[in-house]
């Protein structure tokens, strides 16, 4: 399902559409449990939205947008207002896959009440259709909340990068018979608060299949084994932007390798006044 779609800026959205096209829907993902895997990707941008979409069931506006675009050392420091306006990008970029935004640190832990609040600007500011938050069994009261009030959630289980200052990094979990069973715990209450879906990110194989068996919906994966009934990536790690490659990710590209070169080459015809050239002129009527 390739498309060309280029960016009407009067309305700011994609078009054309490639075709008549219903956006999929939450219960739709839901329902693919244990079906043809769930094929999910981050984007922050709409232009990077336009391109993933038609080859994506679901776009993840993850708060990994504070490393990926903003250069920060964590997620801990991403806001509300900075998650919403990638949000909305996203969703104006894109027609076919389910977006959800990653609600950010700080923004949904202290009460379910705070959790909605904010969740209600994402999905109102944004017009996405759900949202991802991070915890176990600590977060069913909340999962279970938004739920009742139409707010579609995906679960995070496993390693959570939002608390990197208590898990001391990012290492695999699942190691040990405590922390495999906690987790498999943390998933099963999220899933029986009502989450849609679960990311499980950085487990140990076992813990990954064991995760999958437990629930009743789907489990999609990232560093966390072919197990889950989808999987998801860093769009600038799958696609070669950075330096260091993390043993989960596999490089579908090297993109910042041909970024280099065409910068160079910029900088080199720009310096040789090759560049602009005939083609690129205006010229008197
Ligand atoms: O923020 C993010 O990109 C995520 C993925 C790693 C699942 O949560």
Do not use: W
């Not at 849609?196 to 140990?204: P, Q, R």
């Not at 790690?237 to 989960?248: A, I, N, Q, W």
């Amino acid at each position: 399902m390739s498309a060309q779609y280029t960016l009407d800026t009067s309305t700011s959205r994609a078009h054309p559409t490639p075709a008549p096209m219903k956006r999929l829907t939450v219960p739709q993902i839901a329902a693919r449990k244990g079906g043809t895997p769930i094929v999910m990707l981050t984007a922050y941008t709409a232009r990077m939205a336009q391109l993933l979409d038609p080859y994506c069931d679901l776009l993840l506006v993850g708060d990994s947008l504070g490393q990926v675009i903003y250069g920060l050392d964590t997620t801990v420091r991403v806001t509300l207002d900075m998650m919403i306006a990638h949000g909305a990008a996203v969703v104006r970029g894109s027609y076919h896959s389910v977006v959800i935004v990653d609600l950010p640190f700080g923004s949904y832990e202290a009460s379910p009440q705070e959790a909605f609040r904010s969740a209600a600007r994402v999905m109102a500011e944004t017009g996405a259709a759900g949202v991802k938050l991070e915890g176990g069994a600590a977060m069913a009261e909340t999962v279970a909340f938004l739920t009742a009030r139409g707010v579609p959630v995906c679960g995070h289980v496993g390693l959570t990068p939002q608390a990197v200052n208590v898990l001391g990094g990012y290492g695999a979990r699942g190691r040990s018979a405590a922390e495999h069973d906690k987790i498999v715990g943390d998933a099963q209450a999220i899933a029986a608060a009502g989450a849609f879906a679960i990311v499980v990110e950085g487990v140990v194989e076992p813990l990954a299949r064991a995760i999958t068996a437990a629930v009743a919906c789907p489990t999609i994966g990232i560093g966390a084994s072919p197990a889950c009934d989808g999987q998801v990536l860093v769009v600038d790690d799958m696609l070669g932007m950075f330096e260091r490659v993390p043993r989960f990710v596999q490089r579908f590209d090297e993109l910042a390798t041909r970024i280099d070169a065409a910068a160079a080459a910029y900088a080199a015809a720009v310096r040789e006044r090759s560049f602009p050239g005939e083609a690129q002129l205006y010229r008197p009527a």
